[in-house]
């Protein structure tokens, strides 16, 4: 059954620094999503991506984040200077379409920024 | 910005037990989605509803949809070990390009 498929599976990283996340949608999907989820806390929308642009993005997605889709399979969450708070779960999702679509998620990359 | 309240956050009953988990916004959305997630990993899909007033079965789970679109519930007849995890709720909104997650209920069915 396809999947979605994220590498690493976990990053340490120091404050300050930039992390690239990766992510390898279910192959005939079009829709691409990023959610994280803080420690205890709830699974949060960040972006979805559509058409090589972004379709929406959250109020937590801001100048530091960065998302591309940088050859046909990959697609990546770029944190340009990481912060102690950056540390989270990050999910990957994708879907064939909008709306009542299933989005399949991958297993996450766990983040953590000291 | 629409939220979604989830209750109860825990919820531990014995195996034979039949429990119901809520989903509520003061928000409308286009669909509700459930999802189970086990520890370390990503969020899967159960179901989703769609209409006001839907009702979906999934073996000895009932999903709902509220007549007005804000509101879900999930009820599970006679628990079994095997159900226990968590649960989340998600609503997504008109474009259907984000999905706004419930804080969870961690259900334990002890045998």
């Known amino acids: 059954e396809p999947e979605v498929t994220q590498t690493p599976s976990h990053q340490v990283t120091q404050m300050g620094q930039e992390v690239i996340l990766r992510c390898v949608p279910i192959?005939?999907?079009?829709?691409f999503y990023w959610y994280r989820q803080i420690l205890g806390q709830k699974v949060e929308f960040l972006v979805s991506?559509?058409?090589?642009?972004?379709?929406?993005k959250s109020e937590i997605f801001d100048d530091q984040f960065s998302v591309e889709r940088p050859d046909g399979s990959n697609f990546t969450l770029k944190i340009r200077s990481t912060k102690l708070e950056d540390s989270a779960m990050y999910f990957c999702?994708?879907?064939?379409?909008?709306?009542?679509?299933?989005?399949?998620f991958g297993p996450g990359t766990r983040l953590l920024v000291l | 910005t629409q939220l979604l309240e989830q209750s109860p956050q825990f919820l531990s009953i014995q195996e034979g037990e039949n429990l119901t988990v809520y989903c509520n916004s003061s928000s409308v959305f286009s669909s509700l989605q459930w999802y189970r997630q086990e520890p370390g990993e990503g969020p899967v899909l159960l179901v989703t509803v769609v209409t006001g007033g839907e009702v979906k079965k999934l073996k000895r789970l009932t999903f709902q949809f509220g007549d007005a679109r804000k509101d879900s519930s999930l009820h599970i007849t006679a628990a079994q070990p095997g159900d226990t995890g968590l649960y989340l709720c998600?609503?997504?909104?008109?474009?259907?390009?984000?999905?706004?997650f419930g804080g969870g209920t961690r259900l334990m069915v002890k045998p």
């Open positions: 991506f559509y058409n090589n642009e972004i379709s929406e």
């Open positions: 192959s005939n999907h079009l829709y």
């Open positions: 998600a609503g997504v909104n008109n474009a259907g390009n984000m999905l706004t």
């Open positions: 999702a994708s879907s064939e379409a909008l709306r009542w679509q299933t989005q399949y």
